[in-house]
């Protein structure tokens, strides 16, 4: 299936490991010229030799504005004009919610829900000029069931829902799409990190702690990142050209409530 993206340039945030580097791989593959973002040096560069075709990357920091802005100029300047934006983040601190602190807020706020603003602000005119672009926001499923080590990122990917409905409102008539995906439990460091937590909470074994989240997905596994890029990337593609404002899971059924 030809999904229509060679060539298009995409901006896949966060993306030297995990979720992120799964779906600028995936992205890569399909033709897009790929833009890649990420805190650690050494990381991004090991992960732009992983992806295919042209591909740039840039020591940035998303809970930061000026590197938000420096990322599109330097990508707008090396790639051209972005007409794909995935905004993704490593997630805001973990812990029991009367041990998270004012600032550990602040920097979850700014790095799990500003990201997302000031992207959409930065890269939305001139695709809104273009009449044609896409963008997906890589979010959590407990934006749809909070989880209790999770206080922060539950609250404020739950506030995404909402922002990338709102965004898809104001863009539906210009030819851009805004969608969510929401992968559950997935094999990353963010899980294996989450493992850790879980298995000093409840005195088991880290090991045991990532067995315990498979039996509870109905498919009895884990994703892979590639499961979730998968995803990202169809939602990216023209042939998902009506498909605008969905809050879409990719979590194996976990999800007991509605979509």
């Known amino acids: 299936m030809d999904y229509g993206i060679e060539g298009k340039v995409a901006m896949v945030a966060a993306s030297s490991a995990g979720i992120g580097l799964a779906t600028a791989i995936a992205l890569a593959r399909e033709g897009a010229h790929v833009s890649i973002c990420g805190r ?8 732009a030799e992983r992806i295919p075709g042209e591909c740039r990357s840039y020591v940035v920091d998303v809970s930061q504005a000026e590197d938000l802005e420096w990322w599109v100029e330097q990508t707008v300047e090396d790639l051209g004009q972005p007409a794909i934006v995935v905004t993704n983040t490593g997630g805001p601190p973990a812990g029991a919610l009367p041990d998270i602190a004012d600032a550990q807020w602040q920097a979850g706020f700014d790095s799990t829900l500003m990201n997302v603003v000031r992207l959409f602000n ?36 739950a506030g995404i829902q909402n922002l990338t409905r709102l965004q898809a409102n ?4 210009h030819g851009v799409t805004v969608n969510a995906v929401l992968p559950g439990h997935t094999l990353t460091d963010r899980q294996r990190h989450l493992a850790d937590l879980r298995a000093s909470r409840d005195g088991i074994s880290a090991e045991r702690a990532l067995e315990l ?18 995803a990202v990337t169809f939602l ?12 879409l899971l990719v979590d194996g059924g976990l999800t007991r409530g509605p979509g």
């Open 40 to 47: 650690d040096e050494a990381r991004l560069e090991a992960a």
């Open 122 to 157: 930065l890269t939305s005119g001139a695709m809104r000029d273009a009449q044609w672009g896409r963008f997906v926001h890589i979010t959590s499923i407990v934006a749809k069931e909070p989880h209790d080590l999770l206080p922060i990122s539950s609250t404020l990917r």
């Open 170 to 173: 104001s863009m539906a008539a």
């Open 213 to 230: 989240q498979a039996e509870a997905v109905p498919m009895r596994r884990l994703a892979d990142p590639d499961e979730i890029a998968a």
């Open 236 to 247: 990216c593609s023209h042939a998902a050209s009506y498909i605008t404002g969905v809050n």
